[in-house]
């Protein structure tokens, strides 16, 4: 009961766990197990809810009430596809381009320059996105429907994501539009990240490779991307479940139509699950609300999914000198 | 940690320190470089002049891939190969770097070209009680975000930093805290919109409770403290994490001197672990405020929007900026422009308010740095 017997932090012993015998450390102990247990409940709480309010008030007993013989599955299946086309497209355009700013930064720009950039990166990576919708439709949707659109229907039309019979979309309200906002948006995390763990290279790696007469870009192709590898996927997993949730951008921004459209140029396009919600829920009542619910459980899921392998190669580090 | 960073230095293009290129037959370092610098940013500025300034972007853009291009050539006949393939990734990095900036400053531009059509006294002063046409403003809105955001700090810090302080100080390696551990994790990536729809379910249920029922007041269900419920889920993490990060960070060496001299574990947390971490930690919340006070989606669904000042959070609808800013624009009353002007200028508050918070982060970590601590 003395202090003697407290366990010193870090060691191995099981009795850390174990409040020592005076009322203040009580407290102090319940309060901090408390709040930890808290986080148990409260996601527990979230997957009750979702899954009682969606899954079982709307899939479960009534879904052919709203969605005829189809079932729920006709009225998710287009905006799940819709999600993951437009994140997809979104991860493609900023992942290379993340890479290259968090190289330049860690490795090319000057220290000092270097610091004022981290800076001014995280906290674009602030900006709500409700700015990037404003910016999207005012600014960018207006330049690029007029100057690459019909430039990318002429030439690239043979392929299926720039051809179709329907004509472009004028207001430049469609898929591509919000794939570049969203490719912005996530840019500053993917950088953010991959920033870090490039700088984390270790010092004789990169020293080693210059010793041997490699040039700066030899360097970095031996020394700091093999190390930095598994830091950049999960970075871009990240961003890519940020581009999954994300919704005012795409609210504002995208003309919406039920069903799968591939062309990313038109006025029609598949929506996204959250977009969906923001635009649907204001207008809905009863066993709508109870749908919106439901496709709110599935986009849980898929993030979920998405951020549980991004954590799994992270984790998985770096293995070694030939990576 | 950002030692490594100036350690690999061979600046390219500095004049001397050319032992390296005496084995070649010649060097671009100094002057040639430039000029091939030169001469992209000419080429880029005589197409905007030549055919006229439709896209100055896109003028920028041939100004880059001219300066990728020569420099790529350029090098290959007068270096060697592989001096050309570095001075190309070089030039590649530089201008995906500049291509970047392209979108940010505009974004940054708009906001505040946009923004100052109502950036006066006018629009920080009025709500829109009774207003349809132009005039007036986002007084309502701005108060909603305060009260929403004070509230998801009140639930989000303590809730988040006892976490933190059970997960080091208390549990290293438990099981318990392992698992704590991944379920932050995962609310980390909850969908902002998700957390909303949370919060609605919630406030729903609780409304079934008759003790409880003062709770979701209001039309729907709606209410500030179902917001900053939402909120709470999309804030607690992130104050987690910071925190945890800060509180590993203080020696052990600390609290086994502070042990030794009879003190017992939570007065050594309260009186020598925090005071050392105080500085990453308060700067982390003030951050996790930065990254809440946007969002939208949750509020769109659990808070509304009226047209009047709301000081209680438990009495029905709220206006909060983003929702304000959202609504505006994409349901416009006559005169449009009127509408847009006001979403652009909460655009602007917003942006505002997540630079301030940002500095005071930043002045916060320098000021409280413990003297002990590099």
Same mark, same amino acid.
């Given at each position: ?15 850390i ?41 709307? !899939? ?12 729920? =599955? ?25 890479i290259?700013v968090?190289?330049?930064?860690s ?9 004022t950039l981290?800076?001014?990166?995280? =906290? ?5 996105s ?6 999207g ?11 690459m659109?019909?430039?990318?229907? *002429? ?5 299926p ?5 329907v004509?472009i ?9 919000v ?26 790696? *990169? *020293? ?9 870009? *030899?360097? #970095? ?16 997993? =990240?961003? =890519? ?10 609210a #504002? ?18 929506n996204?699950i ?8 204001p ?17 849980? !899921?898929?993030?979920?999914? !998405? ?17 | ?9 061979p600046?390219l ?21 430039w ?6 940013v +000419?080429?880029?500025?005589?197409g905007?002049? &030549? ?6 972007a $896109?003028?920028? $853009?041939?100004?880059? /891939? /001219? ?19 570095d001075?190309?990734?070089? +030039? ?12 940010l ?16 006294w006018?629009f ?8 349809i ?5 986002g007084?309502? %809105?701005?108060?909603g975000? $305060?009260v ?8 989000? @810090? ?15 390696g438990?099981r318990? &805290? ?17 957390a909303?729809?949370?919060?609605? %379910?919630?406030? @729903? ?7 409880l ?5 209001g ?10 419920? +939402? ?5 607690t993490?992130v ?7 800060? $509180?590993?960070? @203080? ?9 030794a001299?009879? /003190? ?8 020598v /672990? ?10 982390g919340?003030?951050? %996790? ?10 509020l ?7 047209a009047?000042v ?26 449009v422009e ?6 652009w200028?909460?655009?602007?508050t917003?942006?505002?308010?997540v @630079?301030?918070?940002?500095?005071? &982060? ?13």
């Amino acid at each position: 009961m003395t202090m003697l017997d407290t366990p010193l932090p870090g060691g191995n012993d099981s009795s850390i766990d174990q409040p020592v015998g005076k009322a203040g450390d009580k407290v102090f102990f319940g309060l901090s197990f408390g709040a930890a247990a808290l986080i148990l409940v409260t996601l527990a709480a979230v997957a009750l809810f979702l899954s009682y309010q969606g899954l079982y008030e709307y !899939v479960v007993s009534d879904s052919d009430q709203l969605d005829g013989d189809g079932g729920f =599955l006709s009225y998710v299946g287009p905006l799940v596809f819709g999600t993951v086309y437009i994140s997809a497209i979104a991860l493609l355009l900023a992942t290379p381009v993340a890479i290259a700013v968090a190289l330049y930064i860690s490795h090319y720009a000057p220290r000092k320059i270097a610091q004022t950039l981290g800076y001014f990166i995280d =906290l674009l990576a602030a900006i709500p996105s409700v700015v990037y919708g404003l910016w999207g439709i005012t600014v960018l949707a207006p330049i690029i429907s007029q100057s690459m659109f019909p430039w990318l229907r *002429e030439n690239l039309g043979f392929i299926p994501l720039f051809g179709s019979d329907v004509a472009i979309a004028q207001s430049g309200r469609s898929t591509f539009t919000v794939s570049v906002v969203l490719a912005v948006m996530v840019l500053p995390i993917i950088t953010a990240i991959s920033r870090e763990v490039f700088l984390q290279t270790p010092r004789l790696h *990169e *020293e080693a490779s210059l010793a041997l007469g490699a040039t700066r870009w *030899e360097m #970095i192709r031996q020394a700091v991307i093999p190390y930095g590898r598994s830091g950049v996927i999960s970075g871009a997993m =990240l961003g =890519l479940g940020r581009a999954l949730g994300e919704t005012m951008a795409v609210a #504002i921004i995208l003309s919406p139509a039920s069903g799968y459209f591939w062309d990313v140029l038109t006025a029609q396009n598949s929506n996204t699950i959250a977009s969906n919600i923001a635009l649907q829920f204001p207008e809905s009542a009863g066993l709508e609300v109870n749908r919106l619910i439901a496709t709110g459980l599935v986009l849980f !899921v898929l993030t979920f999914a !998405v951020n549980a392998v991004a954590r799994r190669i992270a984790s998985a580090g770096f293995s070694g000198a030939d990576g | 940690m950002s030692l490594t960073a100036s350690t690999i230095e061979p600046d390219l293009d500095s004049d001397g320190g050319n032992e390296r290129n005496d084995m070649t037959s010649g060097s671009l370092d100094g002057r040639p470089m430039w000029g091939i610098r030169v001469v992209s940013v +000419a080429a880029g500025l005589a197409g905007y002049l &030549a055919f006229g300034a439709v896209n100055w972007a $896109l003028w920028i $853009l041939v100004g880059l /891939v /001219v300066y990728v291009v020569t420099t790529l050539l350029v090098s290959r006949f007068v270096e060697s190969p592989r001096e050309a393939t570095d001075r190309f990734s070089t +030039a590649v990095m530089t201008s995906a770097f500049a291509v970047v900036l392209l979108p940010l400053v505009s974004v940054v531009w708009t906001v505040i070209e946009r923004g100052s059509n109502r950036f006066d006294w006018d629009f920080y002063s009025t709500t829109m009680r009774g207003v349809i046409g132009e005039g007036g403003g986002g007084y309502h %809105a701005i108060i909603g975000t $305060l009260v929403i955001t004070a509230l998801t700090t009140i639930f989000a @810090v303590p809730f988040g930093l006892f976490t933190a302080i059970y997960l080091v100080e208390y549990a290293t390696g438990s099981r318990f &805290a392992k698992a704590v551990t991944s379920l932050v994790d995962v609310m980390t990536g909850i969908p902002s919109i998700v957390a909303g729809l949370f919060a609605y %379910a919630l406030f @729903v249920f609780l409304d079934d409770i008759p003790a409880l029922t003062a709770l979701s007041t209001g039309v729907g269900h709606r209410s500030g403290l179902a917001g900053a419920v +939402a909120l709470t889920l999309l804030m607690t993490p992130v104050v987690v994490r910071t925190s945890e990060e800060m $509180l590993r960070l @203080v020696p052990n060496e600390l609290r086994e001197a502070s042990f030794a001299l009879g /003190v017992p574990r939570w007065r050594t947390i309260v009186k020598v /672990v925090l005071p050392t971490a105080i500085a990453g930690i308060l700067t982390g919340i003030v951050l %996790a405020i930065a990254r809440v006070i946007g969002e939208t989606a949750p509020l769109l669904v659990t808070v509304g929007i009226t047209a009047d000042v709301n000081w209680n959070p438990i009495d029905g609808r709220m206006a909060a900026l983003p929702v304000f800013s959202y609504n505006s624009y994409k349901f416009p009353t006559l005169p449009v422009e009127a509408s847009q002007d006001r979403a652009w200028a909460a655009a602007l508050t917003l942006v505002l308010l997540v @630079v301030i918070l940002f500095s005071i &982060a930043r002045i916060l970590s320098s000021i409280l740095k413990p003297k002990g601590l590099k």
